[in-house]
């Protein structure tokens, strides 16, 4: 007996359900791999993790249910070793530290790493507190793992035909590497940063399309209770697309985002709301201090100075504004050489320090 698509053509077994030209297959692909980046970030990222807005029970178990079958990650695995990597940031104990783990060993074993990590039963214990211990998670999700993988391979199969096989591969691999390997490893080597947190986070690219706005790394991890990880007016976050919709459709409730210094006319006086303020914006008042008054000043002085030396106001301005317990022996080196080379330069190095402890009181401990 033929067998005909969806399009009433004959086909043969192998072609599956749908027969999909070579362009539809790629497009539903992205398309499949895109709705598990939304739910690893919407979901498990900005509300397991940091409870940074509120979803409906129903966008909840629909998210819960999406990645069981994409990717058989369990929430409260998920949720604990994140937020161990934030209270442990480059140290020995961060699960997936390029620094202590190696850049490599993280992008292409990151995945392996976070399994690793989660079964740790005091992690769990400790960073996996308000996740989900309904029926369903107990005797479904947690009990098969990989259950809801081997279900989506069939549907792959059945839908696809023999392409299916690579389809559900596409899908498999695609959170391991691109959100534990890529995000957790180069988004901790290479890049920009618009602050100067504690840890090495970088922005990878000003646009997170890709993998759903966590492109925005140091964005994040300056702000991790944010649900919106774009900052500057160029940077796009996907995300945070996907959570506007919600919003709009009466889906989520958005709790926190980057907070924003309001100038109250007349105001003469410092009192706790103003303190707070400037605590708040601790970070944007830094980078301001980096792109106001360190580059202006290295700039002029780079100018003025000898040719045979102005090479290192360029090589090595960017060290000027970096986080201090980021630079390494010879990079400390290279700053006090540059400083030699101008009085004035020195004095706005020194100023830049001592404003980051008033602002920062855990530097002030660490100093």
Known sequence: M???????????????????????????????????????????????????????????????????????????????????????????????????????????????LYKAEAGNTETLRIYGKNCPDDWIERHVYSRFPNGGAMLMLLIDLALFGAFGLSVWAVQMLWIPFWAAGV??????????????????????????????????????????????????????????????????????????TVPVAHRVADKRHLDMDTARAILNNRFQIMAHYRSRVIAPQVRMEAARAEASVRHLFHRDKGLLARESSLLEARQQARIQSLLEQSQTLRVVYERRLALQQVLDPDQRQRA
């Open 2 to 112: 033929p067998l005909f698509n969806f399009r009433g053509t004959q086909r043969m077994w192998y072609d599956g359900f749908l027969d999909p030209t070579p362009w539809q297959l790629i497009m539903v692909t992205l398309l499949i791999t895109h709705l598990t980046v939304v739910s690893v970030t919407v979901y498990l990222h900005r509300y397991s993790a940091h409870r940074a807005l509120e979803l409906h029970p129903a966008v909840k178990h629909a998210f819960r249910f999406w990645l069981w079958l994409t990717t058989g990650m369990n929430t409260r695995e998920w949720t604990a070793v994140h937020r161990k990597n934030h209270a442990c940031c480059e140290t020995p104990e961060d699960p997936h530290s390029p620094r202590y783990k190696g850049l490599a060993n993280v992008l292409w074993r990151g995945a392996e």
């Open 183 to 256: 995000v957790n490893g180069l988004g901790h080597a290479v890049g920009y940063r618009n602050f100067e947190c504690r840890d090495a986070a970088t922005n990878l690219v000003p646009w997170g399309i890709l993998i759903g706005g966590e492109e925005l790394h140091n964005n994040h991890h300056t702000y991790p209770g944010s649900a919106k990880l774009s900052v500057r007016p160029w940077e796009f976050d996907m995300g945070w697309a996907w959570i506007r919709l919600l919003v709009l459709l009466g889906l989520a409730e958005v709790k926190r």
